[in-house]
């Protein structure tokens, strides 16, 4: 029969099967890559972040290093510059000379001394003593700069000192009279410790290093301090830039990778340099990126998992799916070789299941899925009044939970045939209760019921004839016993059928 009004119609055909899981494996080991090529970027560009944070560290501290070292030296050349006036003074006096140099050198405490020389070389005026003692420096650089060279300021390559053996950073310059003769030579020694105090106040790291060197390559401070390399040149072969250069070089000295910022100060032969250690430098993002990356490999593993476990789960269904489609089309077979006509519905009326019988039962061209009542008639077999969409039992099972069975129905078929059929009907419940659907099966008895009419009159003429016979009749058991008698046996026997014993044939 049909199921009440619906919506439309649910597709008669098996489940759809889930999605296969085959890439799913794939699907998830793609993620974890990109995954972990996500990670990796993120860490590499912020380890370049790290590092070009020191980049710019190394170009900031070696511009401090370049001006404090030039405001340095440019005082000391003022200093010179006043000497030299002074000895050009012909008012002079060795005890005027002698104090100015002393009061320059208490007034300078990166100067270990300074002193005078004469056109030949020889010094005449000390810093350190009142007397000086005979000594003569025409062989130095710094003197044959004055004689042979263009003259002004010299800076000259670190020199030990021939009276104590430390070492010194010379500064001269040349004093000349009014007819451009060379009167004497004005020289300092500044003190390469007063640059490596100034250093180790810079925040470099305990790896870090600050060397300031001459234009040939010569070293005259070092942070760290090593003794061993004062005065000599770098142990590779090294080019001392011209302009600001940065590099990341391991140190053939101490062989700690470094970010190096070399920085030539203007106007002076001598080159500062500021590196620091790259290990050092990333100590924080290291840890930073080992508790990433341990995070992301938690991240992965719980991925590969869930990938593993979805996988697992989607073949589960798969093969429940495809037992399921088994098992609905196996049903779908038995119902389609039902010779009574079937029909299942869900809660909302829509049929998805029905069967051949119903278009041979109900005269229809199609699949019988509609709920429009107005379509079918039908009349209560016993009392002949018509039914109402709410009679069948399709209706009672869906909207009242009510089964019903072997309700006899007399119906006009679509196609104008009348039948007589035996409906059914029951309500599909969840785990709940909850009323889910209904099936319904109509059995056409059309021809039982002529063929028990049939019987019905040949079986009253029978006993018509029995009972009104001329003839006395018995109907008899095997065992002797009287099963019937018409009234012309119970006439010659005497019997009478309301004394209600049983009789016998040996009896009569």
């Known amino acids: 029969m049909p199921a009440p009004p619906s919506r439309p119609d649910r597709p008669n055909g098996p489940l759809r099967p889930l999605q ?175 640059f490596e105090r100034f250093y180790d106040t810079l ?68 080159v500062v340099t500021v590196g620091i250690s790259v290990d050092e430098a990333l100590e924080d993002w290291c840890r930073s990126a080992a508790a990433f990356i341990a995070g992301t490999l938690v991240v992965a593993l719980l991925l590969i998992a869930l990938t593993w476990l979805l996988g697992r789960e989607i073949r589960g269904r798969e093969r429940l799916t495809e037992s399921l489609r088994r098992e609905e089309s196996l049903l779908r077979q038995v119902v389609e070789s039902l010779p009574v006509a079937v029909f299942v519905a869900d809660r909302a009326g829509r049929i998805f299941l029905t069967n051949s019988a119903t278009q041979r039962i109900w005269g229809a061209d199609e699949a019988l899925k509609t709920g429009d009542y107005s379509r079918f008639r039908g009349r209560w077999t016993r009392t002949g009044i018509a039914l109402e969409p709410d009679d069948w039992a399709m209706a009672r099972a869906l909207s009242r939970g009510e089964s019903s069975s072997n309700e006899m129905i007399d119906i006009e078929t679509l196609d104008g045939q009348r039948k007589t059929i035996l409906n059914w009907a029951a309500p599909i419940r969840d785990a709940n209760g909850e009323v889910i659907g209904g099936v319904a099966i109509n059995e056409d008895i059309t021809r039982e019921r002529a063929l028990a009419e049939s019987l019905g009159e040949i079986e009253a003429r029978f006993e018509a004839m029995f009972e009104y016979s001329i003839e006395a009749t018995l109907i008899t058991a095997p065992d002797g016993r009287v099963l019937a008698a018409n009234r012309e046996a119970c006439r010659l026997v005497g019997y009478r059928r309301e004394d209600g014993r049983r009789l016998d044939i040996r009896d009569i």
């Open 20 to 194: 296969s899981a085959a890439y799913l494996p794939l699907l998830g080991g793609l993620s974890v890559a990109a995954l972990l090529v996500l990670v990796a970027a993120t860490l590499w560009s912020s380890r370049e972040q790290e590092l070009e944070k020191v980049r710019v560290t190394t170009l900031n501290l070696s511009a401090v290093l370049r001006e404090q070292t030039a405001r340095t030296l440019q005082n000391v050349d003022a200093a010179m510059l006043q000497v030299g006036e002074t000895l050009r003074n012909h008012s002079r006096t060795p005890e005027t000379m002698r104090a100015e140099l002393r009061e320059t050198l208490l007034e300078r405490p990166f100067l270990r001394a300074i002193w005078v020389l004469d056109a030949r070389g020889q010094v005449i005026y000390d810093s350190d003593d009142e007397t000086p003692p005979e000594r003569n420096c025409a062989d130095r650089r710094y003197f044959r700069w004055h004689v042979d060279g263009p003259g002004g300021l010299f800076i000259g390559k670190p020199i030990e000192s021939r009276l104590d053996g430390d070492w010194f950073l010379p500064l001269s310059r040349g004093v000349k009279d009014g007819r451009g003769r060379l009167l004497g030579v004005v020289v300092a020694a500044v003190e390469p410790d007063y």
């Open 203 to 270: 925040s470099i790291g305990s790896h870090g290093a600050i060397t300031i060197r001459h234009g040939e390559g010569e070293l005259i401070a070092r942070i760290p301090h090593r003794d061993d390399l004062i005065g000599q040149p770098p142990p590779f072969a090294v080019q001392i830039p011209e302009i600001t250069r940065t590099v990341r070089v391991t140190s053939a000295v101490d062989g700690v990778e470094r970010i190096y910022t070399s920085r030539p100060v203007e106007a002076m032969p001598l």
